[in-house]
């Protein structure tokens, strides 16, 4: 492999993303018009395109003139069944308020799509009862555009501070590359180098300033991609165990679990956004403790600085124990409880801080005291969970 291909991979989506930036003017009122800016999950307060999982693709899809053979055929049926999707968060990005439920359609559209071009799917997951069921085609087939569906949602659903979607989807890239280092699959070891140089390009205007968003079509197409890296992975060779490709690709795959899990115990529609991910509540936590609301534009970079550490560590994990199962089941189960344990730790000290601070308020205001408590981080008041 020649460092001059991710050097090309690299430009030219700093290029485009940077072509997107320069020419906000002529682009951004869309959304703007359609209220995509006061998201309640936004994590930002200027209005800033949301488009540039555009560069991401054309960056990537610049390898399909620098492979040949085999490599280069995957790439374009891979790049042809991610249309569907990339087609519905493009529209979303641009202000055309294509719902949760047409956005997941097309998700299960392009996995559809990708198994019947690739004519690849999951043949097992190593959990004997499961891998049983797998023998049959169709529940194989069948889970298979599920959880690719999952993962490419996932990937969305982290993507809510600068830097922070992009920078892990270069941690899942490298561990896959890594992994097929290790087993001898070079074409996915290709692939996943290209992504990973595509989304750093995007990077540059992205981190830590925010130049420009990946938005739906590039979060959703990002994740579809490296969940299919991992497919063709998994097929390719039988020493790899899959437990290792759900550490790899662990962080957005455990907060989507934790979304859909709250979600449901508040009696919400799983496809509601809110503002209750584990990356937002270590921005608030700083913005509390520290910083305040009102130096966002500190706390929303140096948020995703904090979590990439605890990002990175399960997809360390996954490239050590890549062909072995125990051990990397054992590994899932620990970083599980680990994410969980922390998430709702975080809540539990977030809510009783809230608690003491609005009790804090109310005493002040009825009279209990002659001074307004000083507050560090801004008035309470503000906050909303």
């Given at each position: ?44 307060t ?18 399909v ?16 069944a ?22 997941l359609?097309a ?9 019947a ?6 043949d ?11 023998i ?6 069948t ?14 659903l ?10 892990i ?7 896959l590359a ?13 692939f ?10 995007f ?6 300033h ?63 956004p ?35 550490p605890?990002a ?8 050590v124990?890549?062909n ?12 599980l ?9 975080g809540?539990?000290i977030f ?21 307004a ?6 008035d ?6």
């Open positions: 492999m020649d460092l001059t291909h991710w050097v090309l991979v690299f430009f030219s989506s700093v290029i485009v993303s940077f072509l997107i930036w320069v020419t906000r003017a002529s682009h951004i009122q869309l959304a703007v018009r359609q209220g995509l800016e006061r998201a309640v999950q936004s994590a930002h200027t209005p800033t395109p949301r488009i540039a999982g555009l560069s991401i693709l054309v960056g990537f899809l610049m390898t003139f620098l492979v040949q053979g085999e490599a280069k055929a995957t790439l374009l049926l891979l790049g042809t991610a249309l569907p999707l990339f087609i519905a968060g493009f529209l979303e990005d641009l202000g055309f308020g294509v719902s949760p439920g047409w956005r359609l998700a299960l559209i392009s996995a559809g799509l990708a198994v071009l690739l004519q690849a799917w999951l097992r997951i190593d959990m004997p009862v499961v891998d049983e069921a797998f049959y085609t169709p529940v194989a087939i889970s298979t555009i599920l959880i690719c569906a999952t993962i490419a949602n996932a990937f969305n982290i993507d809510g501070l600068n830097g922070l979607a992009g920078s989807s270069i941690l899942s890239g490298l561990g890594a992994v097929a280092t290790q087993a001898g699959v070079h074409d996915v070891q290709y996943a180098y290209a992504l990973t140089a595509s989304i750093a390009g990077l540059v205007l992205n981190f830590p925010g130049r420009v968003f990946l938005g739906d079509a590039g979060a959703y197409c990002t994740g579809f991609l490296l969940s299919w890296f991992a497919i063709l992975l998994s097929n390719s060779t039988q020493d790899l165990t899959p437990w290792s490709l759900v550490l790899i690709l662990f962080w957005p795959i455990m907060d989507t679990f934790l979304a859909i899990y709250r979600r449901r115990k508040t009696g919400k529609a799983a496809g509601l809110d503002r209750l991910h584990m990356h937002q509540l270590v921005m608030r936590a700083l913005e509390i403790s520290l910083l305040g609301k009102q130096r966002r534009q500190l706390s929303n970079p140096l948020a995703t600085l904090i979590i990439l605890f990175a560590a399960p997809v360390l994990t996954g490239v124990l890549w072995d199962a125990r051990m990397a089941f054992i590994a899932v189960l620990a970083y409880i680990l994410f969980a344990g922390t998430y709702f730790l809540i539990s809510s009783n801080v809230k608690r003491r601070r609005v009790i804090s308020i109310e005493n002040w205001q009825s009279g209990a005291g002659t001074k408590p000083r507050l560090r981080g801004g309470s008041s503000k906050w909303q969970t």
